[in-house]
């Protein structure tokens, strides 16, 4: 990176993708060079015009994304990638606020289930019937969890 120029709060740009899409973006624009990095966004207007905005690179087994300015739908777009590029899925199909993280262990699957939001949520259906290893209580459909609430579900595989 170059040169890192804040933006004034009406000061926008734009991004042009390689597939054509484009995104506003402000906050700030960074002046990047690839240096062996391949470009995913160029900004579109003034001074940065042409200049890559949104950068990968591959090094080793390893990829990094980098973002050089603030657009959420160029967030957006680019977190798209990086999951299909990893093959990443959700823990659950549901949608949920709930942050949903697995573990697995000898054929077991564990799912921390955590609130962190002000607001009670209701757990996903795909929890009824299983059991709560911190209360040993059986998780009912309709159950909400508290805000900061923690849930720990053990789930054998066949």
């Known amino acids: 990176v170059e040169e890192i120029d804040a933006l004034a709060p009406e000061q926008k740009n734009s991004l042009i993708f390689s597939d054509g899409i484009e995104v506003s973006c402000g906050f700030l624009c960074e002046l990047i060079h690839l240096e062996g990095a391949q470009g995913l966004a160029y900004y579109q207007d003034d001074f940065y015009q042409g200049m890559p905005a949104y950068t990968k690179n591959v090094f080793s087994q390893g990829k990094v994304f980098y973002l050089g300015t603030r657009s959420q739908m160029g967030l957006n777009k680019v977190l798209s990638q990086v999951v299909e590029e990893a093959h990443l899925h959700a823990n659950v199909q549901e949608q949920t606020d709930l942050e949903i993280v ?57």
């Open 102 to 158: 697995t573990r697995y262990k000898e054929g077991t699957t564990f799912y921390f289930l955590m609130n962190f939001k002000d607001r009670p949520l209701e757990i996903p259906s795909c929890f009824i019937d299983k059991v709560n290893m911190i209360t040993g209580k059986t998780i009912v459909r309709g159950e909400m969890m508290a805000p900061y609430d923690v849930r720990v579900i053990q789930v054998n595989q066949p």
